[in-house]
């Protein structure tokens, strides 16, 4: 075997080496698990406890929005996780969220009929933010020319921007997030392109250095800016109720299709064409990073998915090679781009965010002080 290539593979998960950074202990289990079963674990309630918590939440939520149209709002994906969020937040806790859709031109037509099915059956409002197609375009080709992993940035800017800056012009101070411990316990680390946030800095200097040459009114919402300004001084909460109730991917899934006809999706992030060629065709053949691997690894440590079916799973594409063939050539001509020139920047030189402008370590210090107060559980490097 060519030791170059050789990864080696957690024993209780199958986070390997591809992260650079992963370290074992004696029994061969990695970083991730063992913060896990330190961290997360410990802490996570979702019996009786996780039910009370649950209780005042929705009770303060409810008492602050007296009088309000909406007592909250929640960015809504399509997604099992958004949904689900959602069926939670009007049946189990009984608040009045708004729904706001940020649609940044990549809907699968299958995101699109959940959102109509789950705003229909639960007779919720909903807002659909659409962004500039022409400034989401532009700015995806140049993070292409940019040569680095974290090609999902400028879609998840669109979105965590949108839904900020609308709950703040509406003076809207809960929001209610389908992030959760239950499938995604094990964050992506940050060398498989999962950058700690909307850095305005290092948006800037990839457009300076890879944009067309004229102005881009892409917009943008600063990490510091809705961690700080937003959060701290203007009050604003977000909230995450899946990590209070039994929250079992299959179930879920099951259940959702059960009351609304709800159509589950092949694979997590699925409901983004341009993710869902991201994570199983760019990333993984330019870079060799497998976002299923953390995916899967979180099923894992919460007894969703065996090991071994997890190790079935990752030996090969979520997508067929004609399939994954149409869907090189649908982006690229979606951007404006020939096939050709796709796979030139395919081609090119791998970077990373260090090539460029950036303020990671401000960003890091963040996220470290949230993990030393006990805000944060999740493995971040």
Not at 7 to 32: E, H, Q, W
Not at 54 to 63: C, F, Q
Request: proline fraction near 3%; glycine fraction near 8%.
């Amino acid at each position: 075997m060519n030791n170059l290539n050789f990864k080696k593979t957690c024993l209780r998960c199958i986070m390997n080496t591809s992260d650079p950074n992963l370290k074992f202990d004696d029994r061969g289990f990695c970083d991730y698990c063992n913060n896990f079963d330190t961290q997360i674990k410990p802490t996570w309630h979702t019996n009786a406890k996780g039910n009370s918590q649950l209780t005042r939440l929705a009770n303060r939520i409810r008492s602050e929005g007296k009088g309000k149209d909406f007592d909250c709002i929640i960015g809504l994906s399509g997604g099992l996780d958004s949904s689900y969020v959602t069926y939670v937040a009007k049946v189990k806790m009984g608040l009045r969220p708004l729904l706001v859709h940020v649609d940044a031109g990549w809907n699968t037509d299958q995101a699109v009929g959940n959102i109509e099915k789950l705003v229909d059956g639960l007779g919720l409002d909903l807002y659909t933010d659409v962004v500039n197609w022409e400034e989401v375009k532009r700015m995806q080709v140049a993070f292409l020319k940019a040569g680095i992993p974290d090609q999902d940035l400028v879609q998840d800017a669109a979105f965590f921007s949108g839904l900020y800056k609308f709950a703040r012009k509406h003076k809207i101070k809960h929001i209610i997030t389908g992030s959760n411990f239950s499938t995604e316990c094990c964050r992506e680390p940050e060398e498989w392109g999962g950058y700690l946030g909307i850095d305005k800095t290092l948006f800037a200097d990839i457009w300076a250095k890879h944009g067309d040459g004229k102005p881009n009114n892409f917009p943008l919402v600063d990490i510091l800016v809705y961690k700080v300004w937003y959060q701290k001084v203007l009050g604003m909460k977000v909230h995450h109720p899946l990590n209070l109730v039994p929250y079992v991917k299959n179930d879920a899934e099951n259940e959702l299709e059960k009351l609304f006809g709800w159509q589950r999706f092949k694979h997590k992030h699925h409901e983004s064409r341009f993710t869902r060629f991201y994570e199983d065709y760019w990333l993984s053949r330019r870079f060799g990073f497998e976002k299923r691997r953390a995916h899967f690894s979180s099923l894992i440590m919460t007894a969703q998915m065996t090991r071994e079916e997890a190790l079935d799973r990752i030996s090969r594409s979520e997508m067929g090679e004609l399939f994954l063939k149409h869907e090189f050539e649908y982006v690229a001509h979606k951007l404006g781009l020939t096939v050709q020139e796709l796979q030139e920047i395919f081609d090119s030189p791998q970077k990373t965010y260090r090539d460029y402008k950036n303020k990671r370590s401000l960003i890091g210090l963040g996220a470290n002080t949230l993990r030393w107060l006990g805000l944060e559980k999740r493995y971040f490097r």
